[in-house]
């Protein structure tokens, strides 16, 4: 991008996050309602929080492409949102913020030969769980054999209805300000995604991109592509928190 559209884009965006924060400012934070807890001080222990998940990490480098790593992607792209989110009054946590896996984050074993990666997605859990009102929201990269499919892919929980909500919103709201020929539509998760799986808060996987596609790599080596990206999923999580609960269970 040219430095004239660099500056439009980051005012633009910068324009999204000031709607989202007014809209969470108008519509009240002391209120946020996830699913049938309800918090009345969202700044205090037991308020609603955000813990952003960046996958893989370590000896576990997830896919990768032309190059690109996709842990190091997942990272960086969950940092950006965590600072995005915490600018504008959400509290968040990360499962990690550097290049580790977490199969030793609670020294339950001597060795993990063998069981890193076991250990690593039931640490990820824990910390998800240590949090009464979490929203779970996990970043990755996706591969795909054949090189032509691209676009970003949204996966639920299937244990929490507001799950789906925040999937379908996050989908929406990337195809509204990013990716206008996105026409996936958001996946309930089997028991082939540990976390989702397992995790009965609203908790959401999202797979950013695809490496296997040259355009989408491209994309994704461009860091303001990734400030855009983070910024509008960013906005998707606050306008679903700002939300009332619309239904369900
Ligand atoms: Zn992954």
Redesign the pocket.
Known sequence: MKNGGAVLAAVKYTAIAAAAAILCIALGRAAFTIGQRRSTDASADGGVLVVIDA??GGEDG??SGGGLV?KDLNLEVAMIMRDILSSAGVRCAMTRTDDRLLYDAYGDLSDYTGRKKVYDLRNRLRIAEEHENAVFVSI??NYFASAKYSGLQVWYSPNDPDSKRLADLLQSTVKKYVQPDNDRETKRAGGGIYLLDRLHTPAILVECGFLSNENERTLLSDAEYKKRLALVMSEAIMEFLCAERTGGE
């Open positions: 996958g893989h997830g896919t996709e990755h990269m």
